[in-house]
């Protein structure tokens, strides 16, 4: 990291909105911090082009009232994150402002909150000993926060090798506390306490190794589990119209994916939505630990009110503290919803600084800047031979809903997973809107992720999910030739196809994100339905008239439902599931 | 607009274009206000000396030595109980005739809530109109459009909506309103004898365009002195979304800034979202509703306005006429309300969620039971159920004049599904069927 020495100072010589050109006195570095200074307030700001003694900032706030020639303080620093016990829980803007620490009803402009907390004591147990040689990243000790146990590592910007000289004993300390010394390899001893900084637009490095994923992350949604699976570590994104439903699916991944730690990054979205996981998350259970999601939880928000150079900030920053908490080991799963509006937000500044527009007065280099994002999501080797990992899942939101268009385009080049949201399914309340053949997942072609499926699921996982595929693709095409033909224009065993995909439909692909049962389904009832409906596609029945059969599997898919609806193996289960077996009896050719 | 003893008088205007004006001046703020020749102007860029300004009614007539006043501040309105009852233009002066307001003054367009500082909605507002409360029901602090081609009644629905829903306040901002839409709402709310508890802010189609981009700020800001300060239950009228946003590529345009889809100017979506954002509901019983108007051209949903609203609000309101019935219907597929399942089965009865969609489902089948008749195709006795149980449900549900509470909306549903279906073709959770399907008298 370059440091200017003496602090530069500048003066604000221009104002169109949140571009501010600043007339400066020394050196700045692109992407600088500085603060105007306006009456009693700091308006945060970030360098973003520079020509002769003019930088370009962007101000993180509303620029009302603001004058030329009102003075301005460069930091020498590009925007940072502060990384410590104490983030988890939090809700933070996009800038790691806390923003329960916020003073009135209102965000005041120029109001910056400390992210941690200064006086807090946390229970550390040293992991180092003392003569042992780290490098960044590198585990000293270990808090608890809630419940999971928070690494001090050696900070990220230190390079080299470090040999431990002390660390604190087990006890009670504040972040500022020195819970070690370090001497590098010069000889120069350094004191640590529990925080260090970094700048979110730089990825963290700290790791061995990053492999190509090859584990399963469940998330409880059976048309991405079973059909369209996203991997430990992997990558994903979520295109769909307005009110196809995003959001809704992004909150189910929250609340019921297999993750130490979920970053919710709200970006440039409704400041409701945020209220929603902060007023319930707190309330619900973590299935898989019994403590309560808020525990493992953090909030980014930078709702579409707030200022717009914030929401590019906002991105970044989750994905810094993502990667803080993956180098502790810890599975991660990060969601962004949306990376349009980030998108928006880099087109409303470059349109402001008239730079040349490429497609939809998106900026030109909008996939390189997609594809770098994404590729700080993975799967890693710590260089003490633990793993951690980031999942990440954007939305986008693509204008009109065609997705010919440079976000999402982008986005498909960069991202391994693609949950297509279909319009046409969401007017028919065919939730998740997921099209589950327009979509796909690279990784289930993953000889490692195949592997993993037949060792931990079932030695026929593959060929399962590929004819569940094949059945939903026939039942689509005899669909399009009973609605050319007619109902009586084709034989019988086309609408018997046809309803057979409609099971594989209604049971497996849709599911109620609203049901406090069906909303989140583990592998063992996935794998057990999707044999069951696999079971209804291999036996042959008996039908007299096309009409017949339409009644037939509605019955079917009724029962089938019910049984999604009740609690795995419960008796009601059990009871519906005698009656779907009584009903294929009914028909049934033996 | 009186100007103060001490204010300098420039007069020296450098430049002029259509919508805005420029000239040398120092110590101005950004976003200040400004009056030119009489005419209220606002600064939209500073470049060192060089001032831009743009004024609201246009620059028709602007002559270089024209007389221009700094005003010191951004744009305000001043707020008080005095507002209560009172009809305004853009600008917050009055227009029915009464005196002036003495309260205090607020910058209007304003700073965002804290998201934390929000609460959760949970309020049902019922309308009586089965279309919205059954499928799409409200809740306070909520924002919601309705999307209509512009021969849809949607005043007359919308103006029905606000006396119904109980509000302390209702805030109309009138944008491009015609004079006569104008009169009705004055009228209906003086019928409805509710004057003494609706402001309204009110651009019509006779003023300038551009003059409409305070409309919703004024309105919000009265809002937010209602809900924050006196706890208000606040509702906001915005009718039309549409006209406000040609007024904003109209400005973005004279000043050459780089259009993007639909010559929208690229920030359409934070303009809009800084807008719908400010409903909000607060712990203490203040809230702030908005209901808009996003009038459609030929029923597209895809031109860049209605999308970018799509996007911002929680759900939208379709209306269509259904030529079956011949009555305005609340379009089940294409309508939403995002925040329904904050109270429909928790604030209503447990089994709305279920029964809203199973109706919604079968009306789908109706929908495709008619393409093939239309491709003439025989019906199956399923098809010929579905598209009875369609116009019944249309008619004694999704049209408009439908005025009763939601447990009869309800039981009407449970009826309709009996008269034409077995429980199976219905797909209900079994314990919902067993407590209210209608049992054979
Ligand atoms: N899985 C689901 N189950 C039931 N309803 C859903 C589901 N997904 C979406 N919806 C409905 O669609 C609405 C819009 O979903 P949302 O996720 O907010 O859309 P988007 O973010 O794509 O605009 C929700 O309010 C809800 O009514
Ligand atoms: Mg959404």
Known sequence: MEKTNKMTKGKVAGIIANLVFVEVDGPVMQNEICYINLDETKLMAEVIKVMGTQAY???????????VNNTVDFTGHMLEVTLGPGILSKNFDGLQNDLDKMDGVFLKRGEHTNPLEDDKKWEFKPVAKPGDVLEAGGWLGEVKENWMPHKIMIPFKFKGKYTVKTVAQEGEYTIHDKIAVVT???????????????????????????PRPFKLLETGVRVIDTLNPIAEGGTGFIPGPFGTGKTVLQHALSKQAEADMIIVAACGERANEVVEIFTEFPELDDPRTGRKLMERTTIIANTSNMPVAAREASVYTAMTLAE???????????????????????????????????????????????????????FTYLSNGESGSITFIGTVSPAGGNLKEPVTESTKKAARCFYALSQQRADSKRYPAIDALDSYSKYAEYPELEEYFRENIDPEWPEKIRLARDILIRSREVSEQINILGDDGVPVEYHERFWKGEVMDFVICQQDAFDKVDCSASLDRQKYMLNRVLDIYHTTFNFESFEDVSTYFKRVINTMKQMNYAVFNSDKYNESEKELNSIIEERKVA | METKAFQKIYTKITQI??????????????????????????????????????????????????????????????????????????????????????????????????????????????????????????VTGQKIPFFADPDQPFNQVMSMVALRADADKIILGGMG??????????????????????????????????????????????????????????????????????????????????????????????????????AVQFPDGGSITIIAVTTLSGGDITHAIPDNTGYITEGQLF??????????????????????????????????????????????????????????????????????????????????????????????????????????????????VDQFWPKES
């Open chain 2, 177 to 278: 309103l015609t004079n006569d839409d104008y009169l009705y709402y004055k009228n209906v709310f003086d019928n409805a004898g509710a004057l003494d508890r609706i402001i309204s802010f009110v651009n019509t189609t006779e003023d300038p365009p551009v003059e409409r981009i305070l409309v919703p700020d004024m309105a919000l800001t009265a809002a937010e002195y209602f809900a924050v300060d006196k706890k208000q239950k606040v509702l906001v009228l915005l009718t039309d979304m549409t006209l406000y946003a040609d007024a904003l590529s109209i400005v973005s345009n004279r000043m050459d800034q780089i259009p993007s889809k639909d010559s929208m100017p690229g920030s359409l979506y934070s303009d809009l979202a800084k807008i719908y954002e400010k």
């Open chain 1, 184 to 210: 590098d390899e010069n000889g120069k001893d350094i004191d640590l306490n529990m925080i260090q900084k970094w700048p979110v637009k730089v990825a963290i490095k700290a790791y061995k190794e990053k």
């Open chain 2, 319 to 432: 209306l269509r006429k259904d030529t079956d019935i011949g009555k305005v219907v609340v379009d089940p597929f294409r309508s939403l309300s995002r925040l329904k399942q904050l109270v429909i089965g928790k604030k209503t009865r447990a089994d709305h969620p279920q029964v809203m969609n199973a109706a919604i489902r079968l009306y789908a089948d109706a929908a495709n039971a008619k393409t093939k008749q239309e491709n003439g195709f025989d019906l199956t006795d399923y098809d010929e159920r579905a598209l009875k149980f369609a116009k019944d449900y249309s008619d004694k549900l999704l049209a408009i004049d439908v005025n009763v509470e939601v447990d009869q909306m309800l039981s009407t549903s449970w009826n309709l599904f009996s008269e034409h279906f077995e429980p199976a073709e219905v797909g209900i959770k079994q314990e919902f």
């Open chain 1, 324 to 378: 803080y908490y993956r180098a502790m080991g810890l599975k991660v799963l990060l969601l962004a919803d949306s990376t349009s509006r980030w998108a928006q937000a880099l087109r409303e500044m470059s349109n402001r600084m008239e730079e040349l527009p490429g497609q939809d007065a998106f900026p030109m280099d909008l996939p390189a800047i997609i594809s770098n994002f994404y590729s700080r999501a993975g």
């Open chain 2, 17 to 138: 274009t259509k919508a805005t004006c420029s000239l040398k001046a120092t110590g101005i703020g950004y976003e200040e206000m400004a009056i030119v020749n009489g005419r209220l102007a606002q600064v939209v860029k500073i470049i060192g000396d060089d001032v831009t300004l743009q004024i609201f009614s246009g620059t028709e007539g602007i002559p270089t030595n024209a007389e221009v006043v700094f005003l010191g501040r951004p744009p305000v309105l001043k707020v008080g109980d005095e507002l209560s009852g009172r009809f305004f233009n853009a600008y917050g002066d009055p227009i029915d005739g009464g005196p002036s307001i003495e309260g205090e003054e607020r910058q209007i367009g304003g700073p965002s809530v804290n998201p934390v500082r929000r609460k959760q909605p949970s309020e049902f507002i019922p309308t009586g109109i089965a279309g919205i409360d059954l499928n799409n029901a409200l």
């Open chain 1, 57 to 67: 900032v962007q101000v993180f706030e509303s620029t009302r009232g603001l004058k």
